[in-house]
């Protein structure tokens, strides 16, 4: 947990250490909104950097995975239905519009399957989302079409909706998904909302470690709204040599 008012005096640290006056005239609601949309570019930069770094899925990069930990939801928490969409394509759906906490970004999954008496057998599901434009070669080919008794299959997803498939032999059941949920907004007593109620003090749930990370982000967005092209430059260097 990263303490909301450690967020803002380092903020302003950080800004008035390289800008005149003018520059800090910066509403607190400002500064709230900008830590918001740095907290989700700072999640979306560890994710692209664990798929450019390992290669091999969510958490092939350990220390990145640890960066997101408190974010993801665990499988036994969020079992789905699943419902028969398409019977040429053997195509089973579940919505993750309706996932509370709401859903950000997939991580993993597997799904419950019957096959004539043999019920409830766990069929894993390939890490990585399959690419819609690949869906023919997977479900033709004998090495990754969906396997009752080698216990694996794929998903995609579309709109909300995640897609699961079989080769014709066997019902999937259930899903159950483990996720990256959104994570809290950051907020702090002071002013109103747009729906008319009141700020209230929240703190930013990510890693304690990950302060000057999302700061950074935050001075940058700011820093670039006031015009303020020296903090920009030396946010942008701190961003850069943060890992």
């Keep these: 947990m990263i303490l909301v008012d450690s967020l803002l005096y380092k903020i302003d640290q950080k800004l008035n250490k390289l800008s005149t006056n003018e520059h800090q005239q910066i509403q607190l609601e400002d500064k709230i909104l900008a830590l918001n949309e740095a907290q989700i570019k700072l999640i979306k930069q560890k994710l692209d950097g664990i798929s450019v770094v ?3 899925g969510f958490d092939g990069f350990k220390k990145r995975y640890e960066d997101l930990q408190s974010l993801v939801e665990d499988y036994i928490d969020h079992p789905l239905p699943l419902i028969e969409k398409d019977k040429k394509l053997n195509q089973w759906v579940t919505s993750v519009a309706n996932l509370s906490p ?3 970004f997939y991580v993993d999954s597997y799904i419950l399957a019957d096959k004539g008496r043999c ?3 766990i069929i894993w599901i390939n890490r990585d989302l399959a690419k819609h434009g690949d869906l023919q070669f997977l479900l033709n ?4 079409k969906p396997s009752f008794e080698y216990q694996e299959t794929f998903n995609i997803i579309s709109s909300d909706e995640l897609s699961v498939f079989t080769d014709g032999t066997f019902t999937p059941k259930k899903l ?3 996720y990256l949920r959104y994570p809290v907004k950051i907020d702090k007593e002071g002013y109103v909302n747009f729906d008319g109620t009141d700020s209230a003090n929240v703190n930013c749930e990510l890693e304690e470690y990950l302060e000057d990370e999302l700061v950074d982000l935050t001075v940058q967005s700011l820093a670039m709204y006031t015009e303020n092209a ?10 850069q040599t943060n890992e």
């Design 230 to 239: 020296s903090a920009v430059q030396s946010a942008q260097f701190r961003i």
């Design 119 to 121: 019920k409830d057998r």
């Design 102 to 104: 709401t859903y950000m």
């Design 141 to 144: 080919n004998e090495h990754y």
């Design 176 to 178: 159950y998904l483990m």
């Design 54 to 56: 390992s290669g091999i």
